[in-house]
């Protein structure tokens, strides 16, 4: 079989020969030189060496002569040939079976290796995901482990408890605080109400004794100015009499 490419030194390159026929031609001339066996170097092809053993074994018995023992003659180096030329034949049958079970062979190992690909395949996906599933089992730990540190790090419970026991007395204290505090505002609160108030009565109380004061005075400047004037009236009618009398 004729070589279709070859590599270039130092490069690795596949170069094309250029062919008279194409690929599938030489795979058909190929098959025809296997069947008729005409791809020998020596001497004449084997089919063209049968044929005319057969032609001559013909020719002879179509003769009209006494020719039996020629027959006979042509007849077994017809046989000889055509043994010689079944060995071969057998030989190419023998290597297409074994061919063939090779074939079978690989195509089972071809099987084999996909099965083998999917199983891995199928293996590789169930290690992601176990390698996933241990990430988050990992980080889980982690967290735990810092919370766990955490939680070392804290006081013991029973001083956390006697803190909080603590912390609710002064709880309860500052809400008692509270509310007397509150009350004693409430109670401030009503006590400036009243002072308010009672301011607001004194103040009203001043008032209105300023005012009756302001009137008793007022009175009295009236009855002063009055009696003022009396005298005056009084006063002035005794010297007209006196004037009279002189």
């Known amino acids: 079989m004729s070589l279709k490419s070859r590599k270039v030194s130092g490069r690795g390159e596949a170069v094309s020969g250029n062919y008279a026929f194409g690929p599938?031609?030489?795979?058909?001339?190929?098959?025809?030189?296997?069947?008729?066996?005409?791809?020998?170097?020596?001497?004449?092809?084997?089919?063209?060496?049968?044929?005319?053993?057969?032609?001559?074994?013909?020719?002879?018995?179509?003769?009209?002569?006494?020719?039996?023992?020629?027959?006979?003659?042509?007849s077994r180096a017809f046989l000889q040939e055509l043994s010689t030329f079944e060995i071969p034949l057998l030989k190419s049958r023998a290597v297409v079976n074994a061919n063939i079970r090779e074939k079978e062979n690989f195509n089972e190992l071809e099987e084999d290796i996909k099965r083998q690909i999917l199983q891995a395949q199928a293996d590789i996906e169930d290690l992601k995901k176990q390698l996933e599933e241990s990430k988050i089992e990992r980080k889980h730990k982690e967290e735990c482990e810092a919370i766990r540190k955490l939680i070392a790090m804290q006081p013991p419970r029973s001083e956390t408890q006697k803190l909080i026991t603590e912390l609710e007395r002064e709880i309860a204290s500052l809400e008692a605080e509270n509310v007397a505090s509150t009350r004693m505002l409430e109670l401030?609160?009503?006590?400036?109400?009243?002072?308010?108030?009672?301011?607001?009565?004194?103040?009203?109380?001043?008032?209105?004794?300023?005012?009756?004061?302001?009137?008793e005075m007022r009175m009295v400047a009236d009855e002063s100015k009055n009696g003022l004037e009396d005298s005056a009236l009084t006063g002035g009618s005794g010297s007209a009499e006196t004037m009279d009398i002189d």
């Open 24 to 74: 599938q031609e030489d795979d058909i001339i190929i098959k025809h030189r296997l069947l008729t066996r005409t791809t020998t170097t020596r001497g004449e092809p084997p089919l063209k060496k049968l044929q005319k053993k057969f032609t001559s074994f013909v020719l002879e018995v179509e003769k009209d002569a006494d020719n039996l023992a020629e027959c006979e003659k042509l």
């Open 188 to 215: 401030r609160k009503k006590q400036f109400a009243l002072l308010l108030h009672v301011v607001d009565e004194l103040q009203n109380t001043i008032e209105g004794d300023q005012k009756a004061l302001l009137e």
